[in-house]
């Protein structure tokens, strides 16, 4: 392996990528061990660029792996007042998760316009660009996991029962009733985030979802919702770039 490889810590996992390559991905805390999985540490890579929301003993274990096995110290990304066109909407930029960050990045320079991005993974994310680049702001809430985990310590269910595989409309056993509610929740969510910055700024040009359970929330929203599996990784290359 050659050139840079791109690497997303996320709360619960991790994603890479090599420039122009598949990358791969792992719900793992452990980003050391799965990278010496995927990669012969002999196949050393020219630089490492990490984009983190993870916690520091995370990112500690990636970078103590990088050092050891490819005498490499990690380039850490992090949120700016402005990048690649995009103006952060948050008053401290880096209080933003870089997560969310990249795919403002990717989201204008692959569409250019305003465009209505969800990122559903431990936390659910919303975030309004506007077609000039400018981050309006967003919503955050629990992801469908932690809802699940949370109504489980909130009451006596035992934890393994609230993770029903399949959720339905209306269910017909607790699992399924929670399987379903807690799906209807970020849907509604998303629902309720696209009318309302359709009645302030006008129906964006594009809404995006990525994220672990996407592709499970975007079969509730219809075709309407693009699915972009890749979005965080291909804003933290294009923010990786030199400036020219």
């Given at each position: 392996m050659s050139g840079r490889l791109i690497v997303d810590l996320g709360s619960r996992g991790i994603a890479w990528r090599g420039v122009g390559e598949p990358g791969g991905a792992a719900h793992d805390n452990a980003p050391g061990k799965c990278l010496a999985q995927a990669f012969d540490a002999a196949l050393r890579p020219d630089e490492v660029v990490v984009g983190s929301v993870a916690s520091e003993a995370v990112n500690q274990n990636l970078r103590a792996w990088c050092?050891?096995?490819?005498?490499?110290?990690?380039?850490?990304?992090?949120?700016?007042?402005?990048?690649?066109?995009?103006?952060?909407?948050?008053?401290?930029?880096?209080?933003?998760?870089?997560?969310?960050?990249?795919a403002l990045v990717a989201a204008h320079r692959r569409y250019g316009g305003a465009a209505l991005i969800a990122d559903c993974g431990t936390a659910v994310t919303v975030d309004y660009l506007a077609g000039d680049g400018r981050h309006v702001g967003g919503l955050i809430a629990p992801g469908i996991g932690l809802m699940r985990d949370a109504l489980a310590r909130g009451t006596r269910l035992d934890p393994v029962s609230v993770h029903a595989p399949t959720p339905r409309l209306l269910g017909d056993d607790t699992e399924l009733c929670i399987a379903g509610?807690?799906?209807?929740?970020?849907?509604?969510?998303?629902?309720?985030?696209?009318?309302?910055v359709a009645a302030r700024y006008g129906a964006p040009q594009v809404f995006l979802i990525t994220g672990g359970d996407a592709a499970t929330v975007q079969a509730r929203l219809g075709s309407e919702w693009q699915l972009a599996p890749f979005l965080v990784l291909d804003g933290l290359e294009w923010l990786a770039e030199k400036p020219r």
């Open positions: 050092r050891e096995n490819w005498q490499l110290v990690p380039r850490e990304l992090t949120p700016s007042a402005e990048a690649r066109g995009v103006r952060n909407a948050y008053r401290d930029p880096e209080q933003l998760g870089v997560d969310r960050w990249a509610g807690v799906l209807a929740a970020v849907t509604g969510m998303l629902r309720y985030a696209a009318d309302k």
